[in-house]
């Protein structure tokens, strides 16, 4: 990368950083339904500024902190843990890329997608995102990372929990509103916190 494009990508974390402010400053609160937070991660794994990745990352979990993430953003959010050697942590967020899109790690790794017969209530849950998805454990800064994820999504902890979300979306695809369905629903929300707790 010449210095030019670095540049030109600092300018472009500066510019979504300086816009985020000014609405915050306008509004009194962060109102970004163009989804720019989600754009930065993308331009520090090209600087491969994962220090400032995981800067940004922290800002990002403390200053939305309902946020569920779009697919991708979480999948470049594992790709900075696991870069700033915390693989633990990166672990969760894989599983939380895996939670919100499950085409987007068979992709990432050249594997042939599982079509699991689950509710899919959005396009960021099917496999038609996967036509936005840039990475590829075919790209040489990536290898340690893929070699990485591969290990893990063949665990058994990644198995055991991936089966327990897959099991709860079949039931949640017929489910209708009531409270069977509201229990299915927290215990799905209550998988990443049971993991980290694990």
Not at 100 to 108: E, P
Request: hydrophobic share 35%; glycine share 4%; charged share 30%.
């Amino acid at each position: 990368m010449t210095p030019k494009q670095i540049e030109r990508l600092k300018k472009k974390i500066a510019s979504v950083k300086r816009t985020l402010s000014a609405e915050k400053r306008k509004i009194g609160c962060y109102d970004d339904s163009r989804g720019l937070r989600y754009i930065p991660t993308k331009y520090y794994i090209q600087l491969a500024d994962y220090n400032g990745g995981l800067t940004y990352t922290k800002w990002f979990d403390k200053t939305f902190p309902d946020d569920s993430g779009f697919p991708i953003f979480l999948f470049e959010w594992a790709i900075i843990l696991f870069k700033t050697g915390k693989t633990g942590e990166a672990e969760k967020k894989a599983l939380q890329t895996f939670f919100s899109n499950t085409y987007l790690i068979d992709k990432f790794l050249d594997k042939e997608f599982l079509y699991l017969d689950k509710s899919e209530n959005s396009n960021w849950e099917t496999d038609y995102l996967t036509k936005e998805f840039e990475y590829s454990k075919y790209q040489p800064e990536l290898h340690d990372f893929a070699d990485w994820l591969s290990l893990f999504v063949t665990s058994e902890r990644f198995y055991k929990i991936a089966n327990e979300f897959v099991a709860i979306e079949q039931r949640l695809k017929s489910e209708p509103v009531g409270r069977s369905r509201t229990l299915l629903v927290n215990k799905l929300y209550s998988l990443l916190e049971n993991y980290s707790k694990g």
